[in-house]
T-cell receptor
Framework: EAGVAQSPRYKIIEKRQSVAFWCNPI?????LYWYQQILGQGPKLLIQ????????DSQLPKDRFSAERLKGVDSTLKIQPAKLEDSAVYLC???????????FGPGTRLTVT | AQKITQTQPGMFVQEKEAVTLDCTYD???????LFWYKQPSSGEMIFLIY??????QNATEGRYSLNFQKARKSANLVISASQLGDSAMYFC????????????FGTGTSLTVIP
């Protein structure tokens, strides 16, 4: 069974530029999560999808971050414009449903200079 | 509000010995789940073990067991017979089933297994 796929693995951009991350969850997993993990901290949930609908985006900085999961499968997270404090690893995870354990992808390490 | 606390930033254990990683939590939700994840240097989070708040017995998965003490609000991870490959960051997480199902992670414990 293929795991959660993410791309790119690494990205370096200048502040005020935009960036997009892609995630393809495990086949059949209805729930998809995006997390931000700042160095030395635990992951923080940004947004949670159930199929193609948003379940929770209370911690998503909506003035600069956006995410979509149009067909209920893969998802894109965008930051526009980026700030220095957005430097972090962005993790995507999926689960069969909200009540089950999450499986994580390898993450995208973003550096904003 | 829900909160997860891991007070051990770093731990060392001799190979083949057992080690306990501490986790305490705070929640007003009567129904919740507790999780442990391992994050090697490669960055991927690996699910290890789950304990439900109403489970009567402590969860076990191979060399991993969860010492669940509900009254003390603690959910410590015990790794038996440590292996070199166990060296990684370990995160405790909680999900309140009646409060939006949002996951809260602790700050993690870095475990180093010494040969």
């Amino acid at each position: 069974e293929a795991g959660v796929a993410q791309s790119p693995r690494y990205k370096i951009i200048e502040k005020r530029q935009s960036v997009a991350f892609w995630c393809n969850p495990i086949s059949g997993h209805a729930t998809l999560y995006w997390y931000q993990q700042i160095l030395g901290q635990g992951p923080k949930l940004l947004i949670q999808f159930q199929n193609n609908g948003v379940v929770d985006d209370s911690q998503l900085p909506k003035d600069r971050f956006s995410a979509e999961r149009l067909k209920g499968v893969d998802s894109t997270l965008k930051i526009q414009p980026a700030k220095l404090e957005d430097s972090a690893v962005y993790l995507c995870a999926s689960s069969i449903s909200r009540d089950y354990e999450q499986y994580f992808g390898p993450g995208t390490r973003l550096t904003v200079t | 509000a829900q909160k997860i606390t891991q007070t051990q930033p770093g731990m060392f254990v001799q190979e083949k010995e057992a080690v306990t990683l501490d986790c305490t939590y705070d929640t007003s939700d009567p129904s919740y789940g507790l999780f442990w994840y391992k994050q090697p240097s490669s960055g991927e989070m690996i699910f290890l073990i789950y304990q439900g708040s109403y489970d009567q017995q402590n969860a076990t998965e191979g060399r991993y067991s969860l010492n669940f003490q509900k009254a003390r609000k603690s959910a410590n991870l015990v790794i038996s017979a440590s292996q070199l490959g166990d060296s990684a960051m370990y995160f405790c997480a909680m999900r309140g089933l009646n409060t939006g199902n949002q996951f809260y992670f602790g700050t993690g414990t870095s475990l180093t297994v010494i040969p």
